[in-house]
Nanobody, 126 residues
Framework: QVQLVESGGGLVQAGDSLRLSCAAS????????MAWFRQAPGREREFVAT????????YYADSVKGRFTISRDNAKNTVYLQMNSLKPEDTALYYC???????????????????WGQGTQVTVSS
């Protein structure tokens, strides 16, 4: 089992930055792809960013490309999402996810991820 706990969300103004953290416990996640998703009220959960197990390969949704950066510190069993130039449309509940298949490829699909955190709220005012 893997437990994921997100933190770092909050209320910010447009143009501000936030860094989300996802702390994993129960098992090392250093060998698994990790990802961030988000869900706004009334909308489906959507892909934001993903990192390969070693952090070499990262992929982003077009809507956040150039503004968000996913990174990981495998020694700390933690994944981050640095969010810059935030926009009101970034407002959502942000989830961390783990695809618990060792050294597997990254994916954009929610169905491929085995463990999820409880989410951290990000609200961006205009």
């Amino acid at each position: 089992q893997v437990q994921l706990v997100e933190s770092g969300g909050g209320l910010v103004q447009a143009g501000d930055s936030l860094r989300l953290s996802c702390a994993a416990s129960g098992r090392t996640v250093s060998i698994y792809p990790m990802a961030w998703f988000r869900q706004a009220p009334g909308r489906e959960r959507e892909f934001v960013a993903t990192s390969s197990w070693n952090g070499v390969h990262t992929y982003y949704a077009d809507s956040v490309k150039g503004r968000f950066t996913i990174s990981r510190d495998n020694a700390k069993n933690t994944v981050y999402l640095q969010m810059n130039s935030l926009k009101p449309e970034d407002t959502a509940l942000y989830y961390c996810a783990c695809k618990a298949r060792a050294y597997s490829s990254t994916t954009f699909s929610t169905e491929e991820y085995d463990y999820w955190g409880q989410g951290t709220q990000v609200t961006v005012s205009s």
